[in-house]
Nanobody, 125 residues
Framework: QVQLVESGGGLVQAGGSLRLSCAAS????????MNWFRQAPGKEREFVAA????????CYRNSVKGRFTIFRNNAKNTVDLQMTALKPEDTAVYYC??????????????????WGKGALVTVSS
């Protein structure tokens, strides 16, 4: 079992920055990729970014490329999502998710094995 806990959400003005952290515990040795998803009010959950558990390869949805960065924070043993140049359309509950099974590539986010409870990010205009 892998437990995921998100932190760092909050309210920020458009153009501002925010960092989300995902703390993973439990059977993390079996983790293949770590991912961030988000769900805006009234919309379906969508993929945001992914990284190999050991670091390295990353994947982003087009609308966040150049603004968001996913990385392993080894000092805190977390997977962080640094968000810059935030837009009101980035407002959503952000979820951390882990995949322990085989993936076809770093951008294979079709199946996730574990989910956190989410962190709310609100971007005001």
């Amino acid at each position: 079992q892998v437990q995921l806990v998100e932190s760092g959400g909050g309210l920020v003005q458009a153009g501002g920055s925010l960092r989300l952290s995902c703390a993973a515990s439990g059977g993390t040795f079996s983790t293949n990729t770590m991912n961030w998803f988000r769900q805006a009010p009234g919309k379906e959950r969508e993929f945001v970014a992914a990284i190999r558990w050991g670091g390295g390869a990353t994947c982003y949805r087009n609308s966040v490329k150049g603004r968001f960065t996913i990385f392993r924070n080894n000092a805190k043993n977390t997977v962080d999502l640094q968000m810059t140049a935030l837009k009101p359309e980035d407002t959503a509950v952000y979820y951390c998710a882990a995949r322990t099974g085989v993936v076809s590539g770093i951008c294979d986010y079709s199946v996730m094995d574990y989910w956190g409870k989410g962190a709310l990010v609100t971007v005001s205009s």
